[in-house]
């Protein structure tokens, strides 16, 4: 019984994410990789979500060292990369 308790207690606390990483090598390996896709004809948004999404390198061109690069990356790392660089477009961080 006191381990449901103790799970119903930890239902109702927020817990928090927090990812240590440079967001400008972060930023650099997407603008990277958006280039190799752009460059091989391939749409980068599609492929990007395909491969957080899923997982699979495949996704993403090995041109120009695409996928080697996205794949030095956390996908959680890439996630918050491009939320906060789309919050910071919106001025919603004002």
Request: with cysteine; hydrophobic share 35%; charged share 35%.
């Amino acid at each position: 019984m006191e381990d449901m308790e103790k799970t119903k207690d930890d239902l109702e606390k927020t817990q928090f994410f927090s990812v240590d990483v440079d967001s400008a090598s972060v930023k650099e390996i997407l603008h990277e990789v958006c280039d190799a896709m752009i460059d091989k004809g391939y749409n980068p948004v599609n492929q990007i979500v395909g491969y957080i999404m899923s997982g699979d390198p495949t996704y993403v061109t090995s041109h120009m060292g695409a996928r080697s690069k996205i794949m030095k990356v956390e996908r959680d790392e890439i996630v918050e990369e491009m939320l906060e660089e789309y919050i910071r477009a919106n001025h919603w961080d004002e």
